[in-house]
């Protein structure tokens, strides 16, 4: 290049770069018009036998479009919709945390830096270590599969594992569990209640007593959920009513003594569709609201009545059931058909294990004394 031709190429780069500033200025000030100054540069044209490169789909080179893309892969496979919400949430906070939404500028240190900034907020190491780091890892090794990105920032990024300390058993007590039924039973809608939330305070805990299910599992019923066949009131925990952590159906037979309190004839008179949960709009994200709020809200009924932080609501049903059906000599491919649990043994999956031998298994359950009102 000659000296005028030289001093012709920075003189228009600076224009450039001027018009560029002026272009972000008005943009900063809302301004988004159409840019008239970029149409004076002509289009690129590529040398013979040059070959552009493939534009990246729009936001897949993001760390929050890494989160999206993986999910419309992932809930075609079937994957839990809270896995995707995880992960989403854990993109956001990364990027936030940056400051930029760039996957492929994300390092190992930015990624080190965003564990020591969660446990300066007091999140705890399991956390941290199963959720955060957990879901970043999984997010960019799709992202490598897929042609996205070309690293894995959150590979080798360590997060130490908390022996916790163990304080009591997981389960509910006696005398807990009786107290946590005796308020159920003796509820009564009253004032402007949610007549949902009301429902979900007398039976839920009762349910999750009697089965050992999830609270989540049992606040989206839906009156369809409950049938009666040969004999057996039989409710289905179904994912096709929210979220079940394994993906499958199962079928649990009732207890009798839900029976003699009357749950199928309250099911029986409850309006087509959620039992426990008032939804507005139709939408998945709307289920989803509701069924946190009537989880969380059960939690906290609970936790008016056992205030000991070593004992989880939402889980502490799950303990006892176990627990007692170990102690009756039930078989665990029983339990944890009625429960849900999965296991690793292959020969636990041969063979069915059929709504009469779980209605056995749950009539050796005994039945909880209710306490009268004081």
Same mark, same amino acid.
């Given at each position: 290049m000659d000296t005028e031709s030289r001093f012709a190429l920075i003189e228009a780069a600076g224009k450039a770069i001027v018009e560029a500033s002026a272009r972000l200025g008005r943009n900063s000030e809302g301004d988004y018009s159409?840019?008239?100054?970029?149409? @004076?540069?002509?289009?690129? !044209?590529?040398?013979?036998?040059?070959k552009a490169a493939s534009p990246l789909p729009q936001g897949s080179q993001t760390i929050t479009g890494l *989160?999206?893309?993986?999910? %419309?892969?992932?809930?075609?496979?079937?994957?839990?919709?809270?896995?995707?919400?995880?992960?989403?949430?854990?993109?956001?906070?990364?990027?936030?945390?940056?400051?930029?939404?760039? =996957?492929?500028?994300?390092?190992?240190?930015?990624?080190?830096?965003?564990?020591?900034?969660r446990l300066s907020q007091g999140v705890s190491l399991k956390t941290i270590g199963g959720g955060d780091i957990s879901g970043i890892?999984?997010?960019?090794?799709?992202?490598?599969?897929? @042609?996205?990105?070309?690293h894995n920032p959150a590979k080798g990024v360590k997060v130490a594992k908390v022996k916790k300390k163990r304080t009591r058993d997981p389960g509910f007590t006696d005398e807990e569990a009786v107290a946590i039924l005796s308020d159920a039973f003796h509820h009564r809608k009253?004032?402007? *209640?949610?007549?949902?939330?009301?429902?979900? /305070?007398?039976?839920?805990?009762?349910?999750?007593?009697?089965?050992?299910? @999830?609270?989540? !599992?049992?606040?989206?019923l839906r009156k369809q959920d409950l049938r009666q066949e040969n004999g057996l009131w039989i409710m289905r925990i179904s994912p096709e009513a929210g979220t079940v952590k394994t993906g499958k159906y199962r079928d649990v037979p009732l207890h009798q003594h839900l029976l003699e309190q009357g749950f199928p004839e309250f099911?029986?008179?409850?309006?087509?569709?959620?039992?426990?949960?008032?939804?507005?709009?139709?939408?998945?994200?709307?289920? %989803?609201?509701?069924? %946190?709020?009537?989880?969380?809200?059960?939690?906290d009924f609970v936790r008016e009545i056992v205030?000991?932080?070593?004992?989880? +609501?939402?889980?502490?049903?799950?303990?006892?059931?176990?627990?007692?059906?170990?102690?009756?000599?039930? =078989?665990?491919?029983?339990?944890f058909s009625i429960t849900g649990h999965t296991t690793k043994d292959e020969g636990a999956d041969y063979g069915d294990k059929t709504v009469?031998?779980?209605? =056995?298994?749950?009539?050796?359950? +005994? /039945?909880?004394?209710?306490?009268?009102?004081?």
């Open positions: 159409p840019d008239t100054v970029e149409w @004076r540069f002509p289009p690129l !044209e590529l040398t013979k036998g040059a *989160a999206e893309g993986w999910w %419309r892969e992932a809930k075609a496979a079937g994957r839990a919709v809270s896995t995707h919400e995880a992960y989403q949430r854990v993109a956001q906070q990364l990027s936030e945390f940056l400051g930029h939404d760039d =996957a492929r500028a994300v390092t190992e240190e930015d990624v080190i830096a965003f564990k020591d900034h890892r999984q997010l960019y090794a799709w992202g490598i599969a897929n @042609r996205k990105v070309n009253t004032g402007k *209640a949610s007549p949902h939330l009301s429902s979900a /305070r007398r039976w839920v805990p009762w349910l999750c007593a009697y089965s050992g299910a @999830r609270i989540g !599992e049992m606040v989206q099911v029986s008179k409850a309006a087509e569709g959620y039992l426990f949960m008032k939804v507005t709009g139709d939408t998945k994200e709307a289920q %989803r609201g509701a069924w %946190r709020t009537t989880k969380n809200r059960v939690r205030k000991d932080p070593d004992v989880q +609501p939402n889980h502490a049903w799950r303990h006892r059931f176990m627990t007692i059906g170990r102690n009756l000599e039930i =078989a665990q491919d029983v339990r009469e031998a779980k209605a =056995a298994a749950i009539a050796k359950y +005994p /039945r909880y004394v209710v306490r009268s009102l004081a």
